[in-house]
């Protein structure tokens, strides 16, 4: 393979391309609503009208706005359409639509009328958004490397190879000011210096694919709708540090994206674009896929390489950390699917144009699943630095049916909620620190007036505990005490010393667990204490066994009733 | 000379510390110069007094009665001490937690059906038997308690310790080994 | 090799460069509760006793897997440290059934004797009371659940020790056990050699010697350390 393959490949895939293109959704959402069906009968109706020379049916990635799903768009390559253009030669957005529809939407292309709801393209859901990484989301047929490679892909990994040393490489990155997508926001560049700079023969790249966040299906929509950025991602990558072995650990509740991520390994090594020599250069780069069991704590980075090596996915200390001595002891790059997939068009379109997008400190875009309580539910990628107001109200829609937004969760069980006085903050990772929440790997989960922030933090606290490898105390038996606590209160069971007892424990918690999990599973109840106390303190009932004057020989206070030395009322004893 | 007003109670434990506490031998009679004993299982009180100076509670919260006691207790007492690893951690009385919920009836049932050599059949005196809490439990899960003396059963030189720290206006701290559970 | 110079709660020391904080205090005659680490097999990091503050870093830091370094300002007795040690012991009493008063090892248990040196004299949290099973399917040992603080000392000696590896942890969180082999009964185990380092290494009474009766139970710590001496300084001394 060399950059004239790349090239021919991507005229071919051109030439070939049909006058009308209707895009249907097949990522995991829509497929629960049977969209498979719906592109089946679509073919179908193209079929039957004799159109086939003229339209193409393509299955592409996430369409984004998945509450309205099965979604279908319409596309035309020229001028001329038989239906009104939304943009460019973007054509009208189809929702909800089913098997029964794919006659009637056929029929618009020949001047036919269709029953079928239509969605606004131009809304701020659509509008507002600037994708980087879902750039071919919704767009490219994953299934397809050619449909990829069309996009501009593996070009970024060819310059590298032809044009940049690694260290020039880093440099670049280093630059862009790109920081981890998984949550914690570490530089990514500097990441990689690190692992770059260690000496070793052999060194690993992971993808850390285990999303497990309530309510979080980023990284599922990049590796379902464009599994080739990762790949790209993760091999750009490993040439910077001098890797040769990859592995993406993506759990098992992913089926979709795991088929989709071998067939498009299989791809890539086909087209010589993984695996020995690529882009005929010195480089070699493997990937192979690690698929985990159903373990939260498998994303935290060192349970996940013990998991990568077969063992039992408990984290353990760090130092010495995975760049020193990783997977298999080797130095190991561990980043997330999202900070790969920015890595490719980081490259392709320059640093200094990354690091134009987004705030002084939070670089670039990022990519939100847009839950709960909340009109359009969704996936939408946002420069950094946006507003959540911006983002709930105007690009989601606000509450269903008129509701009041009380909150909006990031973070998932790590993170906090952020009320709504609140909604101005930029989402960036510094402003959502300092509110006690943490930008997390992209979940926001939205809440109305009639969710019970008490309900929430003990949802949380359920999950973490249910979670928590069991290794250190704390988290094992901390988490355990704190849901115990919580449903006390909930019972209205719970007095003023519980309270106590649970913030107690929850900087204890915080403080000694010995991973992330552990650190970060009282943030909940933390930030929902720091907004929301009053909630809490409603559910108390008084303290009646508490210590209190001795209401029977009337001494008077608390101190008296403890302390047995000589005091008024107390007979004095042996003098 | 006022001496200490001081009570004893056994709820739901082996009176072993009270036996324990009997173990003072001699030192009971430099004790008795000192403390007042108005409510105990070693004298003969029915009812508990008001304005007790402190009272050491041996046994767990295990049925109604107990319940009823304790907060009876609370209420006329100054001090209140956990007295022995029952009071303390519910201990050996609370084994039937394990058992889950309602394990009061399978606990009574084993007890007085299957293992009852003549006339098997559940207690069943209202008024007169207290019926089980559905969980057992050590005396501060439901009441403040002051202070804590564990051990199955405390010797009787902690409990030496304990009295002579009170008598001399300390606080009763035990320390070291003397916390020793079990 | 070479020495490092630091502080212990306020005290000067200096230790071999390869040493963890936990060996250094030790050496400085400091001592720094623990009950996950065992001499002789790998740290783990697990009951985060050990934690201790160093001067210019915010997290603690688990004394046993850390490596001292030169100028280190070690706390060790910190009323934070000490509060959340306590904390952490009640955790641990309240999540198993714990009933001292009727166990082998009472007297010779290290999570009791833990307990009343960090002036535990009762437990805040409401105790779990988990159902647990007894295996007491092997000739010679038992296994009570009940008792197990989840330390991996038995799997660590069983491995790395005896190089039977028949001890394993399974579930997770409050649901992790100790099991043997395929998680099945102990005495159907065909890789246990019976040769009790497991019970040696316990720190309570969730393994025991059969025929041990209440208080009973001392363990020969000795014997495993005079095979990890034997087997690390080849030095034989009984």
């Known amino acids: 393979m060399v950059i004239d393959d790349l090239t021919e490949i991507a005229d071919k895939e051109r030439a070939a391309r049909k006058r009308y293109t209707i895009r249907c959704c097949m990522a995991a959402g829509c497929m629960s609503s049977n969209s498979k069906g719906v592109k089946e009968a679509l073919e179908d109706a193209v079929n039957q009208a004799g159109l086939q020379q003229m339209v193409e049916v393509r299955g592409v990635g996430c369409m984004k706005l998945c509450c309205q799903g099965p979604l279908v768009q319409i596309d035309s390559a020229t001028a001329g359409a038989t239906f009104a253009l939304e943009s460019n030669e973007v054509g009208p957005l189809y929702q909800k639509v089913t098997p029964e529809d794919a006659n009637s939407l056929v029929s618009t292309l020949k001047g036919g009328q269709t029953p079928v709801q239509r969605g606004d393209p131009r809304h701020p859901f659509f509008s507002a958004q600037l994708s980087i990484v879902l750039a071919n989301s919704g767009f490219i047929d994953p299934e397809r490397i050619e449909s990829y490679i069309t996009a501009e892909g593996y070009q970024a990994l060819h310059d590298v190879l032809r044009e940049l040393t690694p260290k020039d490489l880093i440099e670049r990155i280093i630059k862009s000011g790109l920081r981890g997508r998984g949550g914690a926001g570490y530089p990514t560049g500097l990441k990689w210096a690190t692992v770059g700079k260690a000496a070793s023969q052999q060194k690993y790249v992971i993808c850390n694919a285990d999303e497990g966040d309530p309510g979080a299906f980023m990284d599922r929509s990049v590796l379902e709708s464009d599994p080739h950025s990762v790949l790209e991602g993760m091999a750009i990558a490993a040439y910077a540090v001098g890797a040769n072995q990859g592995f993406i650990y993506v759990r098992a509740e992913y089926p979709l994206a795991i088929a989709r991520l071998h067939a498009a390994i299989k791809q890539a090594k086909k087209y010589g674009l993984l695996g020995s020599g690529i882009f005929e250069s010195p480089f070699n780069f493997n990937i192979d896929l690690r698929i985990g069991a159903g373990a939260f704590v498998c994303g935290e980075e060192t349970a996940l390489m013990a998991s990568v090596e077969g063992k039992r996915g408990t984290p353990r200390p760090r130092p010495p950390f995975p760049a020193e001595s990783g997977l298999y002891n080797s130095p190991t790059l561990i980043n997330n699917v999202e900070t790969f997939a920015n890595v490719a068009p980081i490259v392709r379109k320059g640093a200094e144009w990354f690091a134009g997008i987004g705030t002084e400190k939070s670089k670039g875009t990022k990519v939100f699943a847009l839950a709960g309580k909340i009109t359009n539910t969704g996936l939408i990628e946002v420069p950094m630095g946006t507003a959540l107001r911006k983002i709930v109200e105007e690009m989601g829609g606000g509450a269903p049916d008129g509701g009041k937004i009380k909150a909006v969760q990031t973070g998932g069980p790590s993170g906090g909620c952020i009320p709504a006085e609140e909604l101005d903050t930029p989402v960036d990772y510094d402003s959502l620190t300092k509110l006690g929440s943490i930008m997390g790997s992209g979940g926001m989960i939205v809440m109305d007036e009639t969710t019970k922030m008490v309900d929430v933090a003990r949802f949380f606290m359920e999950f973490c505990m249910d979670e928590s490898c069991g290794k250190c105390v704390p988290c094992r038996a901390g988490t355990a005490q704190m849901h115990q606590l919580l449903n006390k209160i909930l019972a209205g069971n719970a007095t003023t010393r519980d309270l106590q007892k649970l913030e107690e424990l929850c900087y204890m918690v915080k403080n000694t667990s010995l991973c992330g999990l552990g650190q970060t599973a009282p943030n909940p109840v933390l930030s929902t204490l720091r907004f929301f106390r009053k909630e809490y303190t409603d559910l108390l009932m008084p303290d009646a066994f508490g210590p209190r004057p001795n209401a029977v020989n009337g001494t008077g206070h608390a101190a008296a009733g403890r302390n047995l030395a000589p005091t008024e009322g107390v007979p004095s004893s042996g003098k | 000379m006022d001496r200490l007003r001081v009570s004893t109670v056994w709820l739901g434990g082996c009176a072993g510390c009270h036996m324990s506490f009997l173990d003072l031998d001699e030192v009971l009679i430099e004790l008795a110069a000192r403390i007042e004993l108005v409510y105990s299982p070693l004298i003969d009180v029915k009812e508990y007094p008001e304005n007790v100076d402190l009272c050491l509670v041996e046994g767990a919260v295990c049925n109604e009665d107990n319940l009823d006691m304790i907060h009876k207790i609370r209420a006329r007492t100054k001090v209140l001490v956990s007295f022995g690893d029952c009071a303390v951690t519910a201990n050996v009385p609370a084994i039937r937690n394990q058992l889950g919920l309602k394990n009061g009836e399978s606990v009574l049932q084993r007890a007085y059906v299957e293992g009852a050599q003549a006339m098997g059949g559940l207690p069943q005196e209202p008024g007169i038997v207290p019926a089980l809490l559905d969980r057992v439990m050590p005396v501060h899960e439901v009441v403040y308690v002051d202070y804590f003396v564990p051990g199955c059963p405390p010797p009787a030189d902690h409990i030496q310790a304990v009295m002579n720290q009170v008598l001399s206006g300390a606080e009763p701290r035990l320390q070291g080994a003397q916390l020793k559970f079990g | ?238």
Request: glycine share 8%; proline share 2%; charged share 25%.
């Open chain 3, 1 to 238: 090799m070479a020495a490092k110079t630091l502080t212990i709660d306020g005290k000067q020391i200096s230790a071999d460069e390869c040493a963890t904080i936990l060996e250094a205090a030790a050496d400085a005659g400091i001592t720094i509760p623990t009950l996950c680490h065992l001499e002789g097999v790998y740290d783990v990091g697990a009951c985060r006793l050990c934690l201790v503050e160093v001067t210019g870093i915010s997290k603690l830091l688990p004394a046993c897997t850390t490596k001292v370094a030169e100028g280190m300002e070690i706390r060790t007795d910190t009323e934070r440290l000490i509060r959340y040690r306590r904390m952490t012991l009640e955790l641990l009493l309240a999540e198993r059934n714990h009933v001292c008063a009727v166990c082998v090892a009472n007297g010779h248990c290290e999570l009791q004797t833990l307990a009343f040196n960090q002036g535990v004299d009762h437990v805040r949290y409401e105790y779990c009371f988990p159902k647990w099973e007894v295996d007491n399917s092997h000739a010679l040992f038992g296994m009570d659940h009940n008792r197990c603080l989840l330390c991996t000392r038995c799997v660590r000696v069983c491995w790395h020790i005896e190089g039977a590896g028949t001890k394993n942890v399974s579930g997770r969180g409050a649901k992790a056990r100790i099991i043997s082999d395929l998680n099945q009964p102990w005495g159907t185990s065909d890789t246990c050699t019976k040769c009790g380092k497991c019970v040696m290494a316990c720190p309570t009474g969730a393994l025991f010697y059969k025929g041990s009766t209440n208080s009973e139970m001392e363990r020969d710590r000795d014997k495993l350390e005079f095979i990890v001496t034997a087997r690390e300084k080849k030095q034989w001394i009984a």
